[in-house]
């Protein structure tokens, strides 16, 4: 019977102690894809890579709103969708705005887009979800 009720109280810590390491949605780190359609950006992505200078390049999208980095550049503001292209307007002092066109409404790892406006490219190596992204 001892051994029934430790190995019972085991189970339960078990399940516990597994509960505590996930988020609210059941995952307890963010996922990766290969390909991400640009109608979901809002829903929170991280696009990552590199430029042809061989720069970092990343492309944070949440809700409305993006934030760029290129190297030691910074800029933000919030982004909208026409049909295949991203518009992103630079809400920083330096103000302006730029677009990123994908001809297919995807933005696949291993594809290099032009940030045009901005004089940079982003060579994608990685899309992961954002679980901040609220």
Not at 20 to 34: A, V, Y
Request: hydrophobic share 30%; net charge negative.
């Amino acid at each position: 019977m001892k051994k029934i009720v430790y190995t019972l109280l085991l189970s339960i810590a078990f399940m516990v102690l597994n509960g505590c390491n996930s988020n609210s949605d059941g995952n307890s780190s963010p996922k990766t894809f290969k390909g991400v359609d640009v109608a979901y950006l809002k829903d929170g992505f991280i696009v990552d890579g590199r430029n042809r200078a061989g720069e970092s390049v990343t492309l944070e999208y949440c809700n409305n709103r993006y934030t760029y980095y290129s190297g030691t550049g910074h800029w933000y503001g919030h982004f909208s969708i026409k049909r295949d292209r991203i518009n992103m307007f630079d809400e920083t002092a330096t103000g302006g705005s730029y677009r990123l066109d994908t001809y297919n409404n995807f933005l696949e790892v291993g594809v290099e887009y032009s940030i045009d406006f901005q004089n940079d490219e982003i060579i994608v190596a990685q899309i992961t979800q954002d679980l901040n992204c609220r």
